[in-house]
């Protein structure tokens, strides 16, 4: 199948090759590492953040949905937009992809994926909402031409799985609807800082009785991911050990944690855990969402529930895009289920291996603490990938590729994890008496991280310089 999607993607990429905005051509193509792809009426937000994005040594290109309409083929825009991010991946090898707007702005792409689920009725349950559309770019996703995208090898007339499972580039998006809403996730980009704080990880813990116990759970994710080898400090709220409340959940979150694991029930504007009796009790919400007050130690937070990243509601935006749309606090980066998402129903000694959005939580921090990939986008869909070859066969059942589809990324794909969450671990004050030490570990693990993502050594100089600042300034309050 590989080969036969690999012929298609050479003819793809021949007919789609000479084909190219004029703005495009005038661009230092050489070097690009990344695509900005907006909205016109979003365009001045969107160069603002690629100007800071060049200005970090990451060079991006940007340019709009109906600048690529003009130029690129495709029976509706997505279509026309992934033809223009293949040409942009064969021709300037682009790594990163960041979707700047909402569904309405810039598509995603609703792929069949039947669920034996039905309620809400707001929206058709056939389809999931997915931008790994954006990142897979063998193939067209519609072997049979039906135009129902993403077909398993059932579906499809042709007997072979319509997706492209593995990433050639790594893809997220900031949702917004207006260029104010976009620049304020923009501004929070621009403002990502280095902090003591972001070394921290809550974990929210809620439970389904019939199902999972978040504790037992959230110990797990802990432990596997190598947040645990690192000395990560951690605060653990869960229902079993009645420490987690909407209150406790929202003062923990607003003190600014650079890691937020959580599992629960959820909807698109609510997380809820359930006790013994079957009562649902609310946990955190688009309220929470939008009066955080976290600034300027923006949380990453994976969400494992249902429907709480159903980002493509035409009435509402989900609750994901509440906690990355927050003006004072809230997240520079979500992953959540634009779908039902169905949980394993394993018993505990199951979860590492129980698959589904439980599994691909801990791989996507097992990606970020244990093999220090830097950017969101590449750990998630390295995660994914893996997860793929691992479950084979089972990737053909439409609840394994609902939970792989629709777990999507709210922001910046590129954004440096490691960098901002684990390096600041090395260079705490605690270690100010091995000061030298510690600068040559940072500098060996930098170059590491650097060559592995071809991360530019001016951009790593200029790190260092501002860590050693902040170290120095950091020794000079401690006299
Ligand atoms: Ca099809
Ligand atoms: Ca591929
Ligand atoms: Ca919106
Ligand atoms: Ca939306």
Redesign the pocket.
């Given at each position: 199948m590989f080969f036969r999607k690999g012929i298609a993607f050479f003819l793809l990429s021949l007919f789609f090759l000479p084909i190219l905005p004029i703005s495009a051509i005038q661009a230092n193509t050489s070097a690009l590492r990344g695509l900005i792809i907006t909205d016109e009426g979003l365009h001045t937000a969107a160069l603002d953040l690629g100007s800071f994005k060049n200005s970090t040594g990451m060079s991006t290109f940007t340019t709009t949905a109906q600048e690529i309409a003009k130029s690129y083929q495709g029976r509706d825009l997505a279509e026309k937009i992934r033809n223009f991010i293949i040409y942009a991946y064969r021709s300037w090898n682009i790594k990163w992809v960041i979707l700047a707007g909402d569904v309405e702005k810039v598509p995603t792409r609703l792929v069949y994926n039947p669920d034996i689920y039905t309620e809400p009725e707001d929206y058709d349950h056939r389809f999931t909402a997915t931008d790994y559309y954006y990142a897979?770019?063998?193939g067209d996703w519609d072997a049979d031409g039906d135009n129902n995208f993403g077909e398993n090898r059932t579906m499809c007339a042709n007997g072979v799985d319509e997706t492209?499972f593995?990433?050639?580039v790594y893809v997220g998006r900031l949702p917004a609807s207006s260029s104010t809403e976009l620049q304020i996730i923009v501004d929070k980009i621009k403002g990502y800082r280095t902090s003591e704080k972001l070394r921290r990880t809550l974990f929210i813990g809620g439970n389904s009785p019939a199902h999972y116990e978040g504790q037992e759970y959230c110990a797990l994710v802990y432990n596997v991911s190598g947040m645990l080898e690192i000395s990560q400090p951690k605060v653990m709220l869960t229902t079993s050990s009645r420490n987690l409340t909407y209150y406790s959940a929202k003062q923990y979150f607003n003190d600014g944690f650079g890691a937020v694991v959580s599992i629960s029930h959820g909807d698109i504007s609510t997380l809820a855990s359930e006790d013994s009796q079957g009562n649902f009790l609310k946990i955190f919400d688009e309220r929470a969402a939008r009066d955080a007050t976290n600034a300027p130690n923006y949380s990453f937070w994976f969400i494992v529930a249902c429907e709480s990243g159903r980002f493509d509601a035409s009435d509402k935006d989900c609750l994901a895009e509440h906690i990355i749309l927050s003006k004072n606090g809230g997240c520079i980066g979500v992953i959540a289920h634009s779908r039902i998402s169905w949980g394993r129903w394993l018993p505990k000694e199951h979860y590492t291996s129980g698959g589904g959005a439980f599994e691909l939580n801990w791989r996507f921090w097992q990606k970020i603490f244990k093999e220090h990939i830097a950017g969101s986008g590449e750990a998630l869909y390295k995660a994914k990938a893996d997860y793929v070859s691992i479950y084979g066969k089972m990737m053909q059942q439409e609840d394994q590729r609902r939970d792989i589809l629709g777990m999507n990324l709210l922001g910046d794909p590129s954004i440096d994890l490691v960098m901002y969450i684990i390096i600041i671990e090395l260079a705490s004050p605690s270690a100010s008496m091995l000061c030298s030490c510690v600068a040559l570990s940072v500098l060996t693990l930098l170059l590491k991280i650097g060559k592995k993502r071809g991360f530019h050594s001016s951009s790593i100089s200029s790190w260092l310089a501002h860590s050693s600042n902040s170290l120095r300034k950091r020794r000079m309050n401690a006299r």
């Open positions: 897979g770019l063998e492209d593995t990433p050639e």
